[in-house]
Nanobody, 111 residues
Framework: EVQLVESGGGLVQPGGSLRLSCAAS????????MTWVRQAPGKGLEWVAT???????NYADSVKGRFTISRDNAKNTVYLQMSSLKPEDTAVYYC?????WGQGTQVTVSS
């Protein structure tokens, strides 16, 4: 059974940093691209970043230069390092692998 479990969310002040983690199990992690998607209050889903099995990365323009996606295949974990956070980054952040989604972790950026 595929499982994706996010952690690391919380409340942070504007300009602060957080690192999200997504622990994966139930599939051969090393062979799959992993994606972070977010949903802000009252808005639709927004793609944030993807890292391929070959470690190639892509970012939404809204987070480019501020967020970094990475993976540790030994730990079956994908990370999202978020810096220079803005109030508009407030959202539930989801980890996704194809049609499989985690439960999400809340990130709130507020003073």
């Amino acid at each position: 059974e595929v499982q994706l479990v996010e952690s690391g969310g919380g409340l942070v002040q504007p300009g602060g940093s957080l690192r999200l983690s997504c622990a994966a199990s139930g599939f051969t992690f090393i062979g799959y691209a992993m994606t972070w998607v977010r949903q802000a209050p009252g808005k639709g889903l927004e793609w944030v970043a993807t890292i391929t099995s070959a470690y190639s990365t892509n970012y939404a323009d809204s987070v480019k230069g501020r967020f970094t996606i990475s993976r540790d295949n030994a730990k079956n974990t994908v990370y999202l390092q978020m810096s220079s956070l803005k109030p508009e980054d407030t959202a539930v952040y989801y980890c996704r692998m194809y049609d499989y989604w985690g439960q999400g972790t809340q990130v709130t950026v507020s003073s």
